[in-house]
């Protein structure tokens, strides 16, 4: 389900519902998400630096790819 998928669903479901008690814990759950610190600085930069490396590793298309190793480990 893409990003913009499960918003419309997630829309439509608080939409659809004209139950209070769950509109409350609906906010205060999002409210307490947007409290911690979840942005991509809070990820050590050891962890960033992995990341960059393997994108480079991915753009420069040089790994091996999914189809092979499951062929050679498990078979087709």
């Known amino acids: 389900m893409s990003t913009a998928e499960l918003?419309?669903?997630l829309h439509q479901l608080i939409v659809e519902t004209n139950d209070t008690a769950i509109l409350k814990k609906v906010q205060d759950y999002f409210k307490s998400l947007q409290k911690t610190n979840t942005t991509v600085t809070a990820i050590p930069e050891s962890h960033k630096e992995l990341v960059r490396e393997r994108k480079k590793t991915a753009q420069a298309n040089d790994f091996v790819k999914?189809?092979?190793v499951?062929?050679?480990f498990i078979g087709k």
Do not use: Q
Request: aromatic fraction near 22%; glycine fraction near 0%.
């Open 7 to 9: 918003k419309n669903y």
């Open 66 to 68: 999914w189809d092979s």
């Open 70 to 72: 499951k062929n050679k």
